[in-house]
Structure formats: structure tokens, C-alpha cells
């Protein structure tokens, strides 16, 4: 029998964490019990380690944020950028497919075994003070945001942001030194953000970020023809899908329930406010097209716009 | 279970053959891994968090508060703290240790340091006890135990710990140490009240100040709450996170020192050497106690302990008991931090689940952290005594410091059996 | 020259922790007074911070190696005779050296590996391996300070290390 040692660095309770759980259920049931998980107490690094922790064997089974180390990762970021798509499983599939396709080949992600890649839901801004519906009403309030994406286009639109780690949004807007936070749906529950009172929503999200789901490639070589081959089955698509299903109920529990108790109003971004947006992401998508094919991706506006049609085909 | 034990084992034979405690900790934690993982992980694991713990944003109100602490001691207001304090109670019996408690509650609200606190007051109250004929044992004792006040009464480098790792609020968890720091202040003069009882001779009674020299001794303490006001007040208005809180203290007392003329070039230089060597002192402990974590991980023991305690979740404060009751265990041959960050991921959620409020465990596990600085063999605050008062055996500090960690249980099991203690305070914010 | 030694240290890599020390101190008052007062805080403040920090704690380590202020046990001293005290002592600075200098070699390994990725910070992009390399250099300064106690008469911080105790 063979045991992976899996690592989360969120709470067992996060979206995150259930679906490795889950995945690995479906693991040892495809494998009729040879191979099954066992989840460490504890992460075996923080976040931007985990992806040398996969490789380097300190775990068997995780998953990271590709943004998290920044200058490492040029293709996937792709995922980060804004209107992509509604639901997480829409863009995680179609993220899959583009990466099986072109990414893939081009190692980025070497020295681990990928078993898939993810999104999250839509990229939303919340504030504690008043409704954001133009890039004015932005640039009025402070915000903490992630790296990746997002953070080039804020610095374009002109935006007061700080860049502070996820789980410093709660000590951060509850003593008001921040009136805001980029986040999903779900983070608001998850990160217990009582005090946001304001959603401004964008259609397909303003920004999103880049996950993946390996495995230590030591590990994987070790298995027999037949675990190997299981392995693969519910690699890839299987995967995005797992990932991103869950995601998707957890945004929607996340809107319908929590943030309708604490009265958080939403609304959608003027056209003004998005073409504004549109018109600062396009340097960034220049830019991020000719990184991408420095590192060896072959006509990467078409990729992108191949997967912004592959979203589209999904939903 | 038997691996992590055989870990501890390890520690401890090294520690006790006079390897310093984060060399001991390294090794064992490395090897342990390596033997469980394999050694190029165990390489790897290692190097990883030596990078992170160093290269950490939030662990930078480690260093910035003992500078605080530094600051302010160069600045004398540790002296002031100890001389009112000592004017309303120094002509007890056991006098000068209870102002030294006391002084170090105030010092604590200005120090988020317990090893800060511990240092400062050694300074400032044990010549004044050794010139009165006080014993080592209660001196020490006294010292070592109102030391562990500084990560009580806020601001509090392990509150703010405990509330990046469990996503608590900060500001609620300061406020909730408050109470239960005046709490604790009174368990200890408690002890010494005991101590002295027992043994009229261990803390003789000093002279008795007039009403007008007390009037002049309270008044030289301003600058402390000006200090705690500035700190407190900032990270509650919203003006600073507790991180940049730490930030900002440091550099409120640097601007006292310097506008009391304590700090010459040679002495800032001075001052900021010694926070420094502290620093990498205490981040040696941190980065080993990690690695010896990381390796615990790896065992049966965190799974082990949850089932354990499992078991009595048919009674839940049963539940926190037996929590307690381990980490009293742990908190004896174990470092603070390392318990924390091990049992934290385990524990907390059955807390929650149970229904227990995350700000009053909080206060628990800082109680509990407090008491395992001072329970012998293995406690920080002993050995920093043990190193800036070298004619004092470490023997006698252990001796000196028992009745201080059996109030602290005392207070433990009030602050289980009531609540409100920690909770009241952080009710009224209303957030 | 054990003197010589001591200044050399606390003027090198002390004055380059204690300056970096001082400078967190600023960056995070100037960077909450800018977000508080002018709505603008020091761009990359955190990184900054956190390049800073791995100069106070490794910069300040071999120091604290040197005047041997690292926590130790002491409860057995008593039980030990002067002689074996000694030897004692030599043998712990070696295997403290050894321990040292691998943590070292671990940091240029880990410094290998960022390298190899490109990995940056996520604001001002400024790279890291440099930062796993100064580590790795300071703990193996760190180790020599150890191998040149374990040789000296009497090596400085006799017994129970000071934590106190200025310079000179
Ligand atoms: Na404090
Ligand atoms: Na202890």
C-alpha cells in the first residue's frame, strides 16, 4: 500500500483542503485501497515554500499559488487576469485544457509532478465604507490586495493598495488601517470579514489567481503500471473540476448566506469603470505576451484568446 | 509517538551536556526528520524554514519590541516604574519582590516581550532586593515570574502570534489581556505573601515612604502611559496594524530617550547591538524549534494528542482541561514558541467546534506560555536571569520560582472557571 | 587579538544588523505616518522589512556565537570537574561550527534554487537568492567564530553567557 503525506496550508475546513480530501477519497477508491493519504497536522512550509516542499519530498501531495513566487511562473498567469468567468469550474477546466496544450510542454512547473491546475471564483473589491461603482470611487479608499496581476493593474489604475499577506485582511480592516481587500466570495467567509459592507462586482471578475495540485515526481515514479495509471485517470480535468466545484459552492454559501446576514450590498461596475479596466489590462496582456514567448510559448495572444474561448464554450 | 519521544530524549541529552538548546533542537529535529523522511527532504525542510523564519514581514515585532523594551529601560522608566511601585509597598513583608511585579505589570504594558521584561526588571530591582538581604530564591523568582507579565498585559508578541495563526483579531486579544494581567499580578504578590510567610527572612521589610514622596513617585511614571496610550491607542484607532505597532512603540521610545539625553551615539549604537544580539539569540530557539516541529509533524504525536482529547469531548471545558493539562507537560521540557506552533493547528479547531471563544483561548494559551517560561528545567525567562546575574545559581532559580508558576496554575484555573475575566473588556468594543 | 576580534565582529556585522535594525524602526513609522497622513505608504515596505530582518538576526548571529550568548544549560556544572569543563567546551564549539557551517551549505543550496527559478519579490521584483546567500555567508561566519573559540585559551563569555553586558 502506498500512503501520501498531503499538506494544506489553510484550515482542514477550507474549500481547498476538503477538496485534496476529497480527491484523495477518490484516489483510494479508483485504487480499490492501495493508495490513500494521510493529512499532516500541520503545512510543511508556508505558502511560497510549498512548491520546493513538493518537490523536494517534504510532502507527498499539495497545492500552490503560482503567484506566490513571483518571476518563477510567466504562462499562468494568464489565469490572473481580469473577466475571465463566473464560475470556477468554467475557468479551472478550460485553464486545464490550455495548459495540457501549451503550458505543459514548456516546464515551468518542473521538478514536480502537476496533477492539475485551478482558478478561483471572480475577483471582487469589498470595502468597509461605500459603494465602488467607478475607478474615482476606487481611488478614494485603501486597499489590500495579493501579488500577481492585480498588482500591476492597480499600480496602472492609480490605486492606494498594499500588498499584505491574505490572513492580515481581517486585522487590517477590522481596525481600519485598510477600507478594503480584493478577495473571491468565499474569502469573506472563510477569512471571517464581518465588517465588509460593499461588493463591487465585474463581469467574469477582476482579476483571479492561478493554483496548482502536484505531486513529489520521486513519489509518483515509485507506483506500479497499474497506481500510475490510476493516478493519471483522475488527473488533469478530474481535478480542475473537483477543485473548482467546490469552490463554487463555497462562493455562492459565502454570497447567499453570510454576506446577506452581514447586509453586504453589491453592485456591478459601471461600463466606464470596466473599460477603463480594459484599457490598462491591455499593456499588461502585451506585456505579459512577449514574457511568454521569451520563455518559449508560441503565439501567446492566440492562447489567451483560445482560452478566453474555451471559457466561454464551458459556461 | 514513540519517535517524537525518542526526539525529546535527544534534546534533552544534548541540552544537558551543555549544547546550546537551538543547536540541541537543530540536530535532533534534523536527524529525526531525516530518518522518517529521508535525508535530502530532511535538507530540504530544513533550509526552507531557516528562509522563512528569516525572511518573515510579520515576525519583525520580535526585534521591535525588544528594542522598545531597550529603549525605554535606557530611558529609566523602568527605574520609575520600580521606585512607585515601591513606595506604596515596599515596607511590606516581601515588599520589594511585589513592586517588582507590579513595576513589571507596568513595564509589560509598554514591553511586549516577556525575555524584555524579565531583563529590564533584573536590572532595576535586583540590586535593591540583594542591598535589602532578600534571597536570591524570592528575588529571582519574583523577577522571572512578573517578567512573563510583558506577553500578558499588551502589547504581546505571542498574542500577535496566536492571532495570525488562528485568524483571531488582535485588537480584541490585547484588550482581552488586561483583566487577566491584573489577574496575575495578584496571584503573584499572592506567592510572595506565601514565600514570605513561611520564611520571614527570604524578603525583609524595606523603608516606608510619606504620602508626599509617594504623590512624587507616581507622578514620574507619565511617560509610561504616554507610551502605552501611543501603542494601544494606535493599534485599536485603526491608525497601525499590532505589527506596525511594534514599529512605531520603538520609535516612540527612542524619541523618550532621546529627549531625556540618555542616548548618546555610543549608547544608541549600544542599544540597538544588544536588541539585535537578542534577536538572533531568540530567532536561533525560534528556527530550531521549527525544524524540531517539522519533524514532530511527521509522528504520530499531534494525532495522538487530538484523538487523546478527544475522548472527554462529552464534557468540553473537560476538553480544556486536559489541554491544559497538557501543555503544562510540554511547557516544561519544551520552548514556548515550538509548543504553540505545533499544538495550535491541532487543537484550535476543536476549541472552536466545541464553541469556546478563540479571544479567551487565546488567553489561556498565553497563560499557559507564561507558565512554561518559568517551569523548570526548560525556561527562557530562568535562563535569561541565570545569564545576567551570574553569581546567582540556576539551581536557586528554580528553587525561587516554584511558588510563582503554582500561583500561575491558580490563575489558570480562574481564568477557566470565569470567563468574563478575559472577555468583558473586548465585549464593550463592539465590533 | 581576542579584543581585536571582538570589535572587528561587533564593528562588521553588528553595526550592519544594528543599522538594519534601526532602519525597520523607520520604514514602519514613515510608512504608517505616509498611509495616515498623505494616504500613501513607502511602496515594497514589506519586502524591505523583510530583506532588513535577515540582516538583523544573521548579521548579529556570529556575535552572539562569538561571546557565546546562545541559551545553554548549565544544571551539571557543578557536578564537572575544571579539566573536563574544558575539553568540554572545545568539543561543543566544534560541533556547534560543524552545525553552522552545514546550515550554511544548506542556505547556498536553498540560494541554488531560487536562483535556478528566477524567484523575485512580488513588488519591487528585486531577487532573492542574494538574500539566501547572505544568510548562508553569515552562518558561515557564524561557524568560524565557533572554530576559532574552540582553539583560543580562554575563549570570551566564560560560562553562563551574558545577555547584557555592553561592548568593550
Ligand atoms: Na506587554
Ligand atoms: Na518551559
Redesign the pocket.
Known amino acids: 500500500q502506498t500512503v501520501f503525506n498531503t499538506s494544506s496550508w489553510v484550515p482542514p475546513t477550507h474549500t481547498i483542503s476538503v477538496a485534496q480530501a476529497n480527491w484523495c477519497s477518490e484516489l483510494e477508491k479508483e485504487s480499490s485501497g492501495r493508495m490513500k493519504c494521510n493529512a499532516l497536522p500541520k503545512a510543511v512550509a508556508a505558502p511560497p515554500g510549498t512548491f520546493d516542499a513538493i518537490r523536494d519530498g517534504l510532502a507527498d501531495i499539495s497545492f500552490t499559488v503560482d503567484g506566490y513566487t513571483p518571476g518563477r511562473f510567466i504562462n499562468t498567469q494568464v489565469a490572473e487576469f481580469p473577466f475571465l468567468g463566473d464560475s470556477s469550474v468554467a475557468t479551472s477546466v478550460a485553464y486545464q485544457r490550455i495548459y495540457s496544450k501549451y503550458f505543459a510542454p514548456l516546464g515551468e512547473h518542473r521538478g514536480v509532478k502537476v496533477l492539475g491546475v485551478f482558478t478561483h471564483g471572480p475577483g471582487i473589491i469589498f470595502n468597509t465604507k461605500k459603494p465602488v461603482t467607478s475607478a474615482a470611487d476606487a481611488a478614494s479608499l485603501k486597499f489590500r490586495i495579493g501579488g500577481g496581476n492585480i498588482n500591476e493593474l492597480s499600480k496602472a489604475m492609480g490605486w492606494n493598495t498594499t500588498l499584505k499577506p491574505a490572513p492580515e485582511s481581517f486585522e487590517l480592516l477590522s481596525t481600519g488601517v485598510m477600507d478594503g481587500t480584493f478577495f473571491p466570495d468565499e474569502s469573506v467567509a472563510s477569512f471571517k470579514l464581518s465588517m465588509i459592507r460593499h461588493a463591487t462586482t465585474f463581469p467574469g471578475g477582476l482579476y483571479n489567481t492561478s493554483f496548482v495540485f502536484m505531486m513529489n515526481p520521486g513519489k509518483y515514479d515509485a507506483l506500479s503500471a497499474e497506481d500510475k495509471a490510476v493516478v493519471d485517470k483522475i488527473s488533469g480535468e478530474r481535478v480542475a473540476r473537483v477543485f473548482g466545484e467546490g469552490w463554487d459552492k463555497v462562493d455562492a454559501v459565502s454570497r447567499d448566506t453570510v454576506q446577506k446576514a452581514q447586509g453586504v450590498q453589491r453592485v456591478q461596475a459601471s461600463e466606464s469603470f470596466i473599460n477603463e479596466v480594459k484599457a490598462k489590462q491591455a499593456a499588461l496582456e502585451d506585456r505579459w505576451a512577449a514574457a511568454a514567448e521569451a520563455k518559449g510559448l508560441k503565439n501567446a495572444k492566440a492562447v489567451l484568446a483560445e482560452f478566453r474561448a474555451e471559457i466561454a464554450k464551458l459556461k | 509517538m514513540i519517535e517524537a519521544f525518542l526526539g525529546f530524549l535527544a534534546v534533552f541529552t544534548m541540552a544537558f551536556m551543555r549544547i546550546p538548546l537551538a543547536v540541541a533542537m537543530t540536530i535532533s529535529g534534523f536527524v529525526g526528520m531525516g530518518l522518517m523522511r529521508g535525508w535530502s527532504p530532511a535538507m530540504a525542510s530544513t533550509s526552507q524554514v531557516i528562509f522563512e523564519t528569516g525572511f518573515h514581514y510579520v515576525l519583525s515585532v520580535i526585534p521591535l519590541f525588544v528594542l522598545m523594551g531597550n529603549f525605554v529601560a535606557k530611558a529609566g522608566l523602568a527605574r520609575e516604574l520600580f521606585t512607585a511601585a515601591n513606595a506604596f509597598v515596599g515596607h511590606r513583608r516581601g515588599g520589594l519582590a511585589m513592586a517588582s511585579i507590579i513595576a513589571s505589570g507596568g513595564f ?5 516581550s516577556s525575555i524584555a ?1 524579565a531583563a529590564t526588571m533584573s536590572r532595576v530591582a535586583y540590586p535593591q532586593m540583594r542591598a535589602h538581604g532578600y534571597k536570591d530564591t524570592l528575588a529571582t523568582g519574583s523577577i522571572a515570574s512578573g517578567g512573563t ?8 508578541t505571542i498574542l500577535v502570534v496566536y492571532g495570525i495563526i488562528t485568524e483571531t483579531d488582535i485588537g480584541k486579544l490585547f484588550i482581552a489581556g488586561i483583566l487577566p494581567g491584573v489577574v496575575a499580578i495578584v496571584c503573584l504578590c499572592m506567592a510572595v505573601v506565601f514565600v514570605t510567610w513561611r520564611d520571614p527572612l527570604a524578603g525583609p521589610p524595606a523603608e516606608r515612604f510619606n504620602w508626599t514622596q509617594r504623590l512624587k513617585a507616581i507622578r514620574g511614571i507619565w511617560g509610561v502611559a504616554v507610551l502605552f496610550a501611543l501603542v494601544i491607542g494606535g493599534i485599536y484607532g485603526g491608525v497601525f496594524t499590532a505589527t506596525e505597532g511594534a514599529g512605531v512603540g520603538a520609535a516612540g521610545a527612542f524619541f523618550f530617550a532621546l529627549f531625556r539625553g540618555a542616548l548618546t551615539p555610543r549608547v544608541l549604537m549600544d542599544v540597538l547591538v544588544e536588541s539585535t544580539r537578542t534577536t538572533a539569540m531568540l530567532f536561533a530557539i525560534l528556527i530550531a524549534a521549527m525544524v524540531f516541529t517539522n519533524f514532530v509533524n511527521f509522528t504520530t504525536m499531534p494525532g495522538d494528542l487530538r484523538d487523546f482529547v478527544l475522548q472527554f469531548s462529552p464534557h468540553p471545558i473537560m476538553v480544556v482541561v486536559v489541554m491544559m493539562g497538557i501543555y503544562l507537560a510540554l511547557g516544561m521540557v519544551m520552548e514556548e514558541l515550538a509548543i504553540v506552533l505545533l499544538t495550535i493547528p491541532v487543537f484550535f479547531p476543536i476549541i472552536t467546534g466545541l464553541g469556546f471563544d478563540p479571544v479567551w483561548f487565546g488567553i489561556l494559551i498565553v497563560t499557559i506560555v507564561e507558565i512554561g517560561m518559568i517551569s523548570p528545567p526548560v525556561g527562557l525567562n530562568l535562563f535569561v536571569l541565570n545569564s545576567l546575574l551570574p553569581d546567582v545559581k540556576l539551581s536557586a532559580i528554580y528553587k525561587g520560582v516554584i511558588p510563582f508558576v503554582m500561583a500561575d496554575i491558580v490563575r489558570l484555573g480562574i481564568l477557566i472557571a470565569v470567563p468574563s475575566i478575559a472577555l468583558w473588556l473586548p465585549s464593550l468594543m463592539g465590533r | 587579538m581576542q579584543k581585536t576580534l571582538d570589535r572587528l565582529l561587533y564593528w562588521s556585522t553588528g553595526l550592519m544588523a544594528s543599522m538594519a535594525l534601526f532602519a525597520i524602526m523607520w520604514l514602519t513609522l514613515i510608512d504608517v505616518s505616509g498611509r495616515k497622513f498623505l494616504s500613501n505608504s513607502v511602496p515594497g515596505a514589506l519586502e524591505i522589512t523583510e530583506i532588513l530582518m535577515v540582516i538583523v538576526i544573521f548579521g548579529a548571529l556570529p556575535l552572539v556565537s562569538w561571546r557565546n550568548e546562545h541559551v545553554t544549560f548549565d544544571s551539571f556544572d557543578a557536578f564537572i570537574p575544571d579539566w573536563l569543563k574544558n575539553i568540554q567546551a572545545r568539543l561543543v564549539d566544534l560541533l556547534c561550527g560543524a552545525v553552522f557551517a552545514f546550515l550554511g551549505y544548506l542556505m547556498v543550496t536553498r540560494g541554488d534554487r531560487f536562483q535556478e527559478y528566477g524567484d523575485t519579490t512580488a513588488y519591487l521584483l528585486l531577487p532573492v537568492a542574494p538574500v539566501a546567500y547572505l544568510m548562508a555567508a553569515l552562518l558561515f561566519l557564524t561557524a568560524a567564530t565557533h572554530f576559532v573559540r574552540a582553539f583560543l585559551k580562554r575563549p570570551p563569555g566564560h560560562g553562563p553567557a551574558y545577555i547584557d553586558g555592553s561592548v568593550s
Open positions: 509589560g504594558s509598554i514591553c511586549g521584561t507579565l510583558g506577553i500578558l498585559i499588551p502589547p504581546s
